[in-house]
């Protein structure tokens, strides 16, 4: 380090600091320009109301996607409200439902656990209130499709009555209706309580289990992980 | 304070920063990581149209910077510290535009990038410019 004799005789003009926080100043709102001129904004596209993958003619029993005979259950805890949730959403639940639900090896259960906030627990009551019809599924895909910033209020009755109308089968009347139902609310409201109480600390978190067999964790990194950890389970 | 104990303060803030900068990198990355949590936030953040500029991460650009921060601390020469304190002010300034942004725009907070905007930036900030004085 430089003494302290040599930083007085060194030290900056004046017009050197003044230069230096005037370039400084200018960067910082060049870059700030730069966000907000360069922000890829993808909630300026149009919502997508179609469930994009195809759940017709796969069994749906409440919270269960699949059939009853399938060797493995895939559960997901998750929150409607969970980016990451989305994100396992979009990219490997179509995969999931076309190698392994749609043949018959995979069953997949539905497990709340709304913690974000109250747009999550309100999301929640609707996905049982779908169950009832067997229909969460397609309500949860069409939700994290149409997913708002977290805790905005984006759940709206407007929405879910839209979405819910572009699912084959779903009677949108009962749907609200169950949705109010004092045993759902209650469902709805201790689903946190109750995954905690499973050990799980956030969303998405998956449980493998064959036959009866102890159920094991696993993660969701990407597609072909993912699908290495069920082929993984399958063949032992 | 000392120059000696304010430099060492400013080295550590930074480095702290760089710490921080980094997780967040990996995160922005690393799409395994991206489980919402209690009390997390990060993943909101980070998924937000937000988290990049000109298709670099935010948290790329901090761990670069503070880098930088730090070599220039360690350096320490007269210009070293006057550039230290020039780019901590523009961290400082964009720390507080990414904080805004959090509680107006995205009505999310992630905890480790309200570390990052409400402690360490300002505190690098301050630091790197006392040494000015010294």
Known sequence: ?236 | MSDRTLSATAGIVALAGIVVAAYLTWVHYDEGALVCVAGGGCETVQQSSYAEIAGLPVALLGLVSYTIVLGLIVWDTPYARLGAAALAFVGLAFSVYLLVLQLVVIDAVCVWCLANDVLIAPALAVLTALRLRT
């Open chain 1, 1 to 236: 380090m430089a003494g302290p004799k040599a930083r007085r005789t060194d030290r900056p003009s004046r017009t050197a600091v003044a230069l230096a926080f005037g370039i400084a100043i200018a960067a910082a709102v060049a870059l700030v320009a730069v966000a907000v001129l360069s922000r890829n904004d993808s909630s300026s596209s149009p919502p997508t109301a179609n469930p994009v993958v195809d759940l017709a003619g796969i069994p749906q029993a409440g919270r269960v996607l699949g059939s009853p005979a399938a060797k493995l259950t895939l559960i997901e805890y998750a929150d409607p409200q969970c980016p990451a949730c989305r994100l396992y959403s979009e990219e490997f639940f179509p995969t999931l439902v076309r190698e392994y639900v749609r043949p018959g090896r995979v069953r997949t259960e539905f497990r709340g656990f709304p913690f974000l906030g109250d747009d999550s627990v309100k999301a929640y009551r609707f996905l049982l209130a779908a169950a009832e019809q067997d229909r969460l599924w397609n309500l949860a895909e069409a939700l994290y499709r149409n997913q708002g910033a977290e805790n905005s209020g984006w759940v709206t009755d407007d929405l879910i009555r839209g979405l819910a109308a572009e699912i084959p089968g779903l009677d949108v009347d009962k749907l609200f209706t169950d949705a109010e139902r004092a045993d759902i609310r209650q469902q709805a409201e201790s689903a946190g309580a109750a995954a905690s109480a499973a050990g799980i600390g956030g969303t998405p978190s998956f449980l493998i289990v064959v036959g009866n067999e102890q159920p094991y964790a696993v993660q969701f990194g990407s597609v072909d992980q993912m699908r290495a950890a069920l082929d993984d389970a399958l063949s032992g």
